[in-house]
């Protein structure tokens, strides 16, 4: 895939990059290495006033940077300015936050006693360079979850940004050196995916962070699994919308409108799958259609657009080839919303609820990745579990109910890395985030975050 910024609004190619030859990258890795050595002696007071200045860089750059977010994947200018505030404040969270998050934690003078020792403590150490492979959807916030934590911990960042924002990579590492962090603190490296092995096999290299596929996944595991390399992903999610009879049903559809479409539906925590009691199951049909087709589709650069066209034009024929599978397997169209003309030649899809779905069906089994909604009927509270149990990822997870028991119910019981009553799954600096079973493993931001990236070392003196 090339690296080029092209308007997904329109296809046309804006701009276009040279990979980095590898003359290139080996003198960022090298850069990044000698960085290393002196950033990580660096007190928690002065990486919080850079973090701190680095956030301030960041909001005096929101507007600009959310019309790049938009020009190069397509999410709605609104969004993308959110996405920029809410990047800003992750910041100044860690900044003020570390240096309680990584103090050293002292055991009991029992236990240490009998452990044969004066004293004890354990201290988080920075490890080194930790290469990110971070995916188009949240370009600006994917990256800061990690670099915030790393950074604040004393590592340095090596960024390999989608292919398709280029510019909001190289961005990154120019907001970052301009808050004043050491040249090579934060890189960004413009190189074909193919070549993230090589780096990621370099033993100046000693951790990897990935956002994205399951396929993406599976290979930088695979890699960092043969060179014995710490990793976190964070991959794909197929969440489950649960709407029970104590529910706040009006609320419930309205909520469920929002949080299948967020970012055009292209988002690993947008809620997909639908599932609905039998009592309540036509009123919520009923208010989530109306809701869906009410949305307002087109230029995503419009202050009143809700939703934008796809990111990629693969994107669209891949979302394009779930749905034709679900309708050739019986699947109804409950609603698709028309994309009006003057959207132009871009990338749009239409938003489109489908009901009638069946495990023969790709989409019961793969993630719908755009706004397309799915529509269970759930017999009772037992098949409700089993029907948001009954796919191969667990990201997070919706559940409307103000039952005690069945809230219970469903944290001892939901196979996903969340569960979020009567409201919609969203990231948040002081909650670490990420999945179970295919959706990947490790936790980002919280204290959990910040200390994947960490050597957790004994200290033990007799």
């Not at 006033?49 to 938009?70: G, P, S």
């Not at 003020?96 to 004293?119: F, I, K, M, Y």
């Amino acid at each position: 895939m090339a690296i080029a910024t092209v308007n997904p609004a329109t296809g046309q190619t804006l701009r276009t990059f040279e990979p980095y030859s590898p003359a290139a990258v080996e003198q960022r890795l090298a850069r990044a290495v000698q960085t290393f050595e002196q950033y990580r002696l660096t007190d928690f007071g002065r990486r919080t006033q850079l973090m701190h200045r680095a956030a301030e860089l960041l909001d005096a750059d929101q507007e600009t940077i959310a019309k790049l977010m938009t020009t190069e994947m397509g999410k709605p200018i609104t969004a993308a300015r959110a996405e920029a505030a809410k990047c800003a404040k992750a910041m100044r969270w860690y900044a003020d936050r570390a240096p309680a998050l990584l103090a050293d934690e002292h055991p009991s003078p029992e236990d240490v006693t009998d452990a044969g020792a004066a004293r004890a403590l354990v201290r988080y150490r920075p490890m080194g360079p930790v290469l990110a492979v971070m995916p188009w959807n949240f370009p600006l916030w994917q990256v800061v979850r990690f670099a915030a934590p790393a950074l604040m911990a004393g590592n340095v960042g090596l960024l390999k940004h989608a292919s398709n924002v280029p510019q909001t990579a190289l961005y990154l590492e120019d907001l970052f050196r301009g808050a004043g962090f050491p040249d090579g603190c934060f890189q960004t490296l413009l190189i074909d995916s193919r070549a993230v092995a090589d780096v990621l096999r370099d033993p100046r290299v000693v951790a990897a962070t990935l956002t994205g596929s399951e396929g993406a996944g599976r290979s930088v595991a695979a890699v960092a699994g043969d060179e014995v390399k710490k990793t976190v992903l964070e991959l794909g999610g197929s969440d489950p919308f649960v709407v029970l009879p104590s529910a706040d049903v009006a609320a419930a559809a309205r909520t469920a409108v929002t949080a299948r479409v967020q970012n055009n539906g292209q988002s690993c925590i947008a809620a997909k799958r639908f599932i609905v009691h039998g009592a309540v199951y036509e009123e919520f049909r009923a208010a989530f259609v109306a809701g869906m087709r009410a949305l307002r589709v087109g230029d995503p650069m419009r202050e009143d657009t809700q939703v934008g066209p796809l990111a990629t034009a693969q994107g669209r024929e891949e979302l394009g080839e779930l749905v034709a599978d679900a309708l050739a397997l019986g699947a109804a169209v409950e609603c698709e919303v028309e994309v009006p003309q003057s959207a132009g030649e871009g990338w749009y899809y239409p938003p489109t609820v489908l009901s009638g779905i069946t495990d023969r069906m790709r989409i019961h089994h793969e993630e719908a990745f755009g706004p397309v909604a799915t529509l269970y009927r759930a017999e009772d509270l037992d098949h409700a579990v089993e029907l948001a149990n009954d796919t191969p990822f667990g990201l997070s997870s919706n559940v409307w109910t103000t039952d005690d028991a069945e809230q219970e119910r469903f944290v001892r019981d939901i196979q996903a890395g969340g569960v979020f009553f009567n409201g919609m799954t969203a990231s948040h600096p002081a909650l670490p985030f990420g999945g179970v079973r295919r959706s990947g493993y490790g936790r980002e931001l919280s204290g959990h975050g910040i200390r994947e990236f960490c050597n957790i070392t004994t200290v033990w003196i007799a």
